[in-house]
């Protein structure tokens, strides 16, 4: 995920140039950041630091005062740090949040911290670990956690790392690596398994709680409630990266890795799984190397660009998006922005404008032009 940025490129072949879409500089100096949003109720746009800390953009800059630091406990370096942040949807009342990161072992930790009365810091005792998954590898972590519109917590986790899936955890429902996870948090200690799980009646098949299969390095996705969508963006092997959308109540979904990369096979010649899912888009690696995103813009300043489906790449630091009608994208296009750097993350503020995370410590914001 982590690599040196390259030109950007021309838009390819059956794409469109967009020129009615900016992108403004909001904030710079933050400490390679991961992930930016809002909390529910509040309009102060936080970003995640891969050493350990969040922090929120004020003036344009850090906040002098850190929200949660836990750099203490974090490996960083890499892939590994803190790699993600969601919170409760009820957070305005319960003020519960959670992070997924890589401990000083290198191993998944998704942990729920409670916010302090002022909501200027977390409680610093308040920890409570919700799953840990040791990892083989230092790659390959995923990092992302959302919730989606059933309130329930979903976790993208990377196949593990090395290269080529070495242990095959994609494909083995028994691993939790390769797979998005589905958990309730609001039941259970410190979880349930929600039903709808494929293996919540069959635990004995398979660990209950996957929700989908297939995954190689989901570094991040995101839910389009107003399309009833979950959109990945899962990161290649060697040749090509893939956005994959599907209805976020389909259970059981396998994206194909490691026997697809993409929409091709991967290594020595072996049918795919029957039920996997095509990606709805992929490029090649001379188009890119580690795909960021997507997001739908569901905000309401551009309203021609509603349930738009915005990505881009960590080494080519080009915006493009399309439109997903009928199974399909349409409507492909790559937006002349110029180069946002090494893009991270996409996010979104209170009001669903999307925000855009560059690894040298600029946070941008799309904007109508």
């Not at 790392?161 to 948090?185: C, E």
Request: contains cysteine; glycine residues 14%; hydrophobic residues 35%.
């Amino acid at each position: 995920m982590l690599a040196a940025s390259v030109a950007s490129a021309a838009p390819p072949a059956g794409f469109r140039e967009g020129g009615s879409l900016g992108a403004v500089s909001v904030a710079e100096g933050f400490d390679h950041p991961l992930f930016v949003c809002s909390a529910p109720g509040e309009t102060r746009v936080l970003v995640v630091e891969q050493p350990g800390r969040i922090r929120w953009i004020e003036s344009g800059r850090p906040s002098k005062r850190v929200f949660l630091d836990v750099s203490h406990q974090v490996s960083y370096g890499g892939e590994r740090g803190l790699l993600g942040l969601a919170f409760h949807p009820n957070y305005a009342t319960n003020g519960f949040l959670y992070i997924n990161y890589t401990d000083r072992s290198g191993d998944t930790q998704v942990v729920r911290y409670t916010v302090r009365a002022d909501r200027d810091s977390v409680e610093a005792g308040s920890a409570k670990s919700i799953l840990s998954v040791i990892q083989p590898f230092a790659n390959h972590n995923g990092g992302m956690l959302a919730f989606g519109p059933d309130s329930m917590l979903y976790i993208g986790m990377g196949d593990g790392g090395a290269a080529g899936d070495p242990f095959a955890n994609g494909q083995n429902v028994r691993a939790l690596l390769g797979k998005m996870l589905r958990l309730d948090v609001d039941h259970g200690d410190p979880y349930a398994i929600p039903p709808g799980n494929p293996f919540h009646d069959h635990p004995n098949d398979g660990r209950a709680e996957i929700w989908a299969t297939g995954l190689r390095n989901p570094w991040r996705f995101s839910f389009d409630p107003g399309a009833g969508l979950l959109i990945i963006g899962d990161v290649g092997q060697n040749k090509y990266e893939e956005i994959d959308v599907v209805d976020a109540a389909r259970a059981g979904a396998n994206y194909g890795w490691n026997v697809r990369e993409g929409a091709h096979g991967y290594g020595f010649p072996r049918p795919g799984p029957a039920n996997r899912v095509e990606p709805a888009v992929e490029y090649d690696h001379h188009d890119g190397c580690s795909v960021t995103g997507g997001y739908a813009y569901r905000g309401r300043a551009m309203p021609d660009l509603a349930g738009t489906i915005f990505y881009s790449d960590y080494c080519s630091g080009w915006l493009r998006s399309f439109r997903w009608k009928n199974g399909k994208a349409t409507d492909q296009t790559q937006w002349n922005v110029g180069k946002l750097g090494s893009v991270t993350s996409f996010g979104e503020d209170a009001d669903g404008e999307l925000y855009v995370v560059a690894y040298d410590g600029k946070i941008w914001k799309l904007v109508a032009r």
